[in-house]
Nanobody
Framework: QVQLVESGGGLVQAGDSLRLSCAAS???????AGWFRQAPGNDRDFLAS????????RYGDSVKGRFTISRDNAKNLVFLQMNDLRPEDTAEYYC????????????????????WGKGTQVTVSS
């Protein structure tokens, strides 16, 4: 069982930056990883994903050019650097991990992910 814990959320102003972290249970990050977010009343939307070997990334259209996903497999960590934050970025942010036999694959489909963290809240004021 993989356990994921997000951190780094908070209250910021429009235009600010935040860096979210996702810590995986020991030895667990032999998986593709992704970040999603969900605002009240909305679906959980794809933001970014990264392959197990870190070679490939994918981004949702709403964050492309502003957010960057990265990982440190030696430390079992995945990051989401968020720049130029906007009020519409306000949501609960979730880290997820997907089992895969293809270390170069990054996934954007929510159902592809097997494990989820409990989320961290990001609030952006105008």
């Amino acid at each position: 069982q993989v356990q994921l814990v997000e951190s780094g959320g908070g209250l910021v102003q429009a235009g600010d930056s935040l860096r979210l972290s996702c810590a995986a249970s020991s030895g667990a990050f032999n998986y593709a990883a992704g970040w999603f977010r969900q605002a009240p009343g909305n679906d959980r939307d794809f933001l970014a994903s990264i392959s197990q070997n870190g070679a490939n990334t994918r981004y949702g259209d709403s964050v492309k050019g502003r957010f960057t996903i990265s990982r440190d497999n030696a430390k079992n960590l995945v990051f989401l650097q968020m720049n130029d934050l906007r009020p519409e970025d306000t949501a609960e942010y979730y880290c997820a991990a997907a089992r895969s036999q293809y270390p170069e694959q990054a996934y954007y489909v929510k159902s592809r992910y097997n494990y989820w963290g409990k989320g961290t809240q990001v609030t952006v004021s105008s």
